[in-house]
């Protein structure tokens, strides 16, 4: 939307030149007037040109630009994902490893603690 308003007002912008140009090209003979309002028309030439630049990369580049930084970021986010679900896997295996070792740990201290107990009788 902002390369079709940027299109349009270069292009509106080339109009005014057009219409307020003179045709006849007397500069020896121009007032100061004249030369000052006929420098103002090409400076604005100038500035309906950047405009059209702009247009062109708000309509054409930008959005390849975004496109391929989405392309790049669903990637890194897909790559994300499949860390995240192999750290998770990982981490459930050592919760896993860490109960069944409390509970041998468990199980050896209630004998040590049984044992300990048969033998002081």
Same mark, same amino acid.
């Given at each position: 939307?902002?390369?079709? =308003? $940027?299109?349009? +007002?270069?292009?509106?912008?080339?109009?005014?030149?057009?219409?307020? !140009? @003179? %045709?006849?090209?007397?500069?020896?003979?121009?007032? !100061?007037?004249?030369?000052?309002?006929?420098?103002?028309?090409? $400076?604005?030439?100038?500035?309906?040109? &950047?405009?059209?630049l702009?247009?062109?990369?708000?309509? %054409?580049q930008?959005? &390849?630009?975004?496109?391929?930084? @989405?392309?790049?970021?669903?990637? &890194?986010?897909?790559?994300?994902?499949?860390?995240?679900?192999?750290?998770?896997?990982?981490?459930?295996? !050592? +919760?896993?490893?860490?109960?069944?070792?409390?509970?041998? +740990?468990?199980? +050896?201290? =209630?004998?040590?603690?049984?044992?300990?107990?048969?033998?002081?009788?």
């Amino acid at each position: 939307e902002r390369g079709e =308003v $940027e299109r349009e +007002y270069a292009k509106n912008l080339r109009k005014l030149i057009a219409k307020y !140009s @003179v %045709k006849d090209e007397k500069k020896n003979e121009e007032s !100061s007037q004249s030369k000052g309002f006929r420098l103002i028309l090409v $400076e604005l030439g100038y500035q309906a040109g &950047q405009h059209e630049l702009l247009s062109e990369a708000f309509i %054409k580049q930008f959005p &390849q630009d975004i496109k391929l930084q @989405v392309k790049d970021t669903n990637k &890194q986010l897909e790559k994300h994902r499949k860390d995240l679900k192999s750290i998770q896997n990982k981490l459930d295996k !050592s +919760y896993k490893n860490l109960d069944k070792s409390k509970a041998k +740990y468990i199980k +050896y201290q =209630v004998e040590w603690e049984s044992s300990s107990e048969a033998l002081k009788k």
